[in-house]
């Protein structure tokens, strides 16, 4: 699929770049929408956004362009199609496909964003909202936002798991041997 320019908001003037933060919009918005409604709100401290609260990060919010969407029967802004809004687990097949380009369009974004940090990978603070969050965890769990390295941190907002039963059945596998060492 092809999809829309991220909208990045750089850092603020006179301040170096020395973090990116990543940031995944939930169905039914945009990149930029998302970037607004989130810049809109303020601190306590000062009443300042989050770029002037951190004036050296790089914001970069990739946008999911617009595919069908079963629920909603038309298209809209969705990182991948759902059959039921009110169970998200109904009909999964319909998820496969916008969540494999998601995540490849997620590991573009992080390792050129890792590029432009020199390499340091933990400089990068990745997440999302709702379907953008799901789409991030799957990111994370398949390793596609973690070629380059580990990041700094991960923030989910709304979240969600897409294939739970199955990343259970997955996790468990290798449960007894990662704790294996650890009961020790």
């Not at 997440?127 to 991960?154: I, M, P």
């Amino acid at each position: 699929m092809s999809y829309p320019n991220p909208y990045i908001i750089e850092p603020q003037p006179g301040h170096s770049h020395t973090h990116t933060i990543i940031l995944l919009h939930g169905r039914g918005s945009t990149a930029k929408e998302f970037a607004t409604h989130l810049f809109a709100l303020s601190t306590s401290e000062g009443f300042k956004n989050l770029p002037d609260s951190f004036p050296s990060f790089r914001w970069v919010f990739p946008d999911a362009g617009e595919r069908w969407c079963t629920s909603l029967k038309e298209k809209a802004s969705a990182w991948c199609d759902t059959f039921s809004l009110e169970n998200l687990s109904e009909r999964q097949d319909l998820q496969v496909s916008g969540l494999r380009d998601g995540i490849l369009l997620v590991r573009d974004v992080v390792e050129k964003e890792i590029e432009r940090l020199e390499g340091n990978s933990r400089k990068i603070i990745f997440g999302g909202f709702s379907q953008g969050s799901a789409t991030a965890l799957w990111s994370l769990f398949t390793g596609a936002a973690l070629t380059k390295g580990s990041l700094g941190a991960f923030v989910g907002l709304g979240a969600w798991m897409p294939f739970t039963r199955e990343a259970s059945d997955i996790y468990s596998l290798y449960l007894p041997v990662y704790n294996k060492g650890a009961l020790s």
